[in-house]
């Protein structure tokens, strides 16, 4: 069984070479996925010259092995965003997300390939012990004009007897990662966006008016700024980052072609350790479980493992009651999260020229479309009307960036999973 994601499998790509000697631009851009390529064709729109570069191909990391969920808004609850940056902001923050999905639905169609994006509607399932948590999420969002709302009846049928009540937010889609992103990366090229796949830089250095130096094996890529768009993976290159941005592995399976996939669209449950979507072709890609092994799924290992596996299949055949579905794919990919769950965008203090975009926290599909339009402007123009709540500068201590003592998923994670040992007891 092959490694490839589901979503690569299904995508043809015939790629780009790798850097060859000492290239010159505007901006390099490290990370060929969703962030890099949005950034790139938003700097193109500056003007500005760009060299986008990815370690493997487009869509070849996260942005091409995630769940394939198109979620507006951040991972934090709109209650915490209010209190933390006031309601209005929080509110112009997910109408930003929202016309984020809106532009990829209309670009997917634009370079024809519409089933890549689709507002499908999510949902999302409470059992006893998450009702109260999502029938007030409900209220709060819904009151902020934010469109969803409570819908029991729309509980697949196998799942009636562990889950109470539902909430369906229908502005919300499904998206085929690796086919939408890699579409990006073509029109972002045939635009005049130089790309180079099997570039993985091993340095980065310089600073200051002399600009940057990306470092690979074939060459090397000369900037006047610099934006590192790999998620989880930034930390790896802007090592300040460490502790603030950190991978989380998230672990997949998609079955063969199914009579019945029992669900309708992208849904989430169990706190959003599983997640589950029908596809195009008729198949269950299922993903999460990694409260069966958490510690050891906080890695940038992209391997798949035994213990979450079996996971996935229990919920396959236990909760769905798919017995009998054979699984055609199992892959992992790495997200990048941040210590408060909201993404991390804009230049590293003390660093000039040096950007970052990442730590979506679970929904970088959109997020990371909107991000880097938010990084490019940021690296233009200086300002993006989104960009305070995203600032690195949040986490200065004493004029310098620290990691963070709080990581808010990693204590929400354990919490959860103590809850549930403790209940299972």
């Not at 193109?44 to 010259?49: E, F, I, P, W, Y």
Request: proline share 5%; with cysteine; aromatic share 6%.
């Amino acid at each position: 069984m092959s490694d490839l994601s589901l979503w690569q499998a299904q995508h043809d790509w015939v790629g780009f070479a790798p850097v060859s000697g000492a290239v010159r631009t505007d901006v390099a851009v490290i990370g060929a996925g969703v962030t890099g390529a949005s950034a790139a064709r938003r700097l193109l729109d500056h003007g500005l010259a760009v060299v986008v570069l990815d370690a493997r191909t487009a869509a070849g990391g996260a942005s091409g092995r995630n769940g394939g969920f198109a979620t507006a808004g951040t991972e934090l609850a709109h209650s915490e965003l209010v209190r933390r940056i006031g309601a209005g902001p929080a509110a112009d923050l997910h109408a930003f997300t929202e016309r984020a999905l809106d532009e990829m639905l209309a670009l997917a169609v634009e370079f024809g390939v519409p089933h890549a994006v689709r507002r499908t509607g999510g949902l999302w399932l409470a059992d006893s012990g998450e009702r109260d948590e999502l029938e007030a999420s409900v209220e709060a969002l819904t009151e902020a004009g934010i469109e969803c709302r409570l819908a029991p009846e729309l509980i697949p049928e196998p799942l009636r007897r562990q889950y109470q009540t539902a909430a369906v937010f229908p502005r919300n889609g499904d998206i085929m990662p690796a086919a939408w992103v890699r579409a990006l990366v073509a029109d972002a090229a045939a635009r005049g966006v130089v790309v180079h796949e099997a570039s993985a830089v091993a340095a980065i250095e310089g600073g200051g008016e002399a600009g940057w130096t990306a470092h690979t094996a074939g060459g090397r890529v000369d900037a006047q700024a610099v934006l590192v768009a790999c998620d989880g993976l930034i930390p790896a290159i802007a090592a300040e980052l460490d502790g603030i941005v950190y991978p989380v592995r998230g672990q997949m399976l998609a079955t063969e072609p199914l009579a019945d996939t029992v669900v309708t669209m992208p849904t989430h449950c169990d706190h959003g350790f599983f997640y589950f979507q029908p596809t195009v072709d008729g198949r269950l890609a299922l993903g999460g479980g990694r409260r069966a092994a958490l510690e050891s799924e906080y890695t940038a290992d992209e391997r798949i493992t035994d213990a979450v596996q079996a996971a996935l299949d229990r919920f396959l055949t236990e909760r769905l009651g798919l017995h009998g579905a054979r699984v055609a794919r199992r892959w992992a990919g790495i997200m990048g999260f941040s210590a408060d769950l909201l993404p991390v965008v804009g230049e590293l203090p003390g660093r000039p020229g040096l950007y970052v975009s990442g730590g979506y926290s679970g929904v970088g599909n959109v997020q990371g479309y909107a991000c880097g339009q938010i990084a490019a402007d940021l690296i233009a123009v200086g300002s993006h009307p989104q960009a305070p709540p995203y600032r690195p500068e949040r986490f200065l201590v004493d004029g310098r960036l620290r990691p963070a003592a709080d990581q808010l998923e990693k204590s929400a994670s354990r919490a959860a999973c103590c809850a549930t040992d403790s209940a299972a007891g």
